[in-house]
């Protein structure tokens, strides 16, 4: 399938201090979704981005579509625990509805 | 509105024994329906995915099959466990180019 890579791997922040994920394909993305699992839960979904340059907001949190539709970011504004997490972004594959995941970048929130 | 259930929660298996993990769907119809195994710290390796009933199409060959019986029932199968099959499963549902819904997922540990 179609990878998409995802930096970093993990973050360790003291509480109040912001922190961005990135996630980068090498071909050009239909769309992008973001996904956020708890420690012992299960991937929840956060966001869904398809236009080229596309930004989003959810409060404390911003997403971002590259120009190119080859990238994407998740940004948070002084983060909390609550932000505590591993964070995933995911791609549609062509030819299959399946999405394939990033490796996921681990938030570590220091109070 | 939409639920998704998978049990057990928990399972201990010994090396060699079978393995049959349930997931149903209520609230819609049709959905396309996934098998994941996330490891220890991990991201999400997709196992199997479903769009139809007995319409399984497999990512990685392995010891584990699947089945959909029932158009909003998946189930993970196993003749035999190995010591790698360890891990935490997660069943997840769709709709083509929306978010996916994630189940609680089961902690198999393989003894």
């Known amino acids: 399938g179609q990878q998409v890579m995802q930096i970093p791997q993990y973050q360790h922040v003291q509480e109040g201090e912001d922190f961005t994920t990135y996630c980068n394909s090498s071909?050009?993305?239909?769309?992008i979704q973001w996904y956020k699992q708890r420690p012992g839960g299960h991937p929840v979904f956060l966001i869904q981005?398809?236009?080229?340059?596309e930004v989003k907001k959810q409060k404390r949190l911003t997403f971002q579509f590259g120009e190119a539709k080859k990238n994407s970011s998740l940004h948070i504004t002084a983060t909390q625990t609550t932000d505590v997490g591993t964070y995933f972004c995911?791609?549609?594959?062509?030819?299959?509805?399946?999405?394939?995941f990033g490796s996921g970048t681990r938030l570590q929130v220091q109070p | 509105s939409q639920t998704i259930h998978q049990w057990p929660a928990t399972l201990v298996q010994p090396v060699g024994s079978p393995l049959s993990l349930e997931c149903t769907v209520e609230?819609?119809?049709?959905?396309?329906l996934y098998w994941y195994r996330q490891a220890a710290g991990r991201g999400l390796q997709l196992l199997f995915y479903?769009?139809?009933?007995?319409?399984i199409s497999s990512e990685v060959p392995q010891n584990l099959s699947a089945s959909r019986p029932q158009d909003r029932q998946f189930i993970l199968s196993s003749k035999k466990l190995l010591l790698s099959d360890s891990g935490f499963y997660l069943c997840?549902?769709?709709?083509?180019?929306?978010?996916?819904?994630f189940g609680p997922g089961t902690r198999l540990t393989v003894t």
């Open positions: 479903s769009v139809g009933i007995g319409q």
């Open positions: 981005l398809v236009k080229s340059g």
């Open positions: 995911a791609r549609e594959e062509t030819g299959r509805r399946a999405l394939t």
């Open positions: 071909t050009t993305l239909s769309n």
């Open positions: 997840a549902w769709r709709r083509d180019a929306y978010e996916q819904y």
């Open positions: 609230g819609t119809s049709n959905p396309n």
